[in-house]
């Protein structure tokens, strides 16, 4: 999981948490069969993601952009017509396989070849 973090966040000290933390969703992630609801991620994580969004979203916007984890809103009306939103967040590992091989890969040939 070493390589896979320090993809994401690079190789600083001071990411050590934000690595931590990440490896947390991914764990959790695949022990729930892929799938979680914010919410869930928000107790296991035990942080709040109204009182302290960016230690919540940080990490997940990491993984967003590696195509590691997708999120899937959706729209909820309650009784009184009050509209609620439900997010979902799904590990996509075959997609963060395919973004190194599209990316990582081209980029490091298209460097070699042009030096």
Do not use: C
Not at 5 to 23: A, E, F, Q, S, Y
């Amino acid at each position: 999981m070493k390589t896979v973090v320090t993809l994401l966040h690079g190789n600083h000290p001071k990411t050590k948490k934000l690595k931590d933390r990440t490896i947390e969703i991914i764990k959790f992630l695949k022990q729930n069969g892929g799938k979680a609801e914010a919410s869930q991620l928000e107790a296991k994580l035990g942080i709040s993601r109204t009182d302290d969004p960016s230690m919540f979203y940080k990490p997940l916007a990491a993984l967003k952009r590696w195509d590691l984890v997708q999120t899937h809103k959706t729209v909820i009306f309650d009784e009184t017509g009050k509209k609620h939103f439900k997010t979902e967040y799904e590990l996509t590992q075959n997609m963060f396989y395919h973004y190194i091989e599209k990316t990582l890969l081209e980029v490091v040939k298209s460097e070699i070849e042009t030096a």
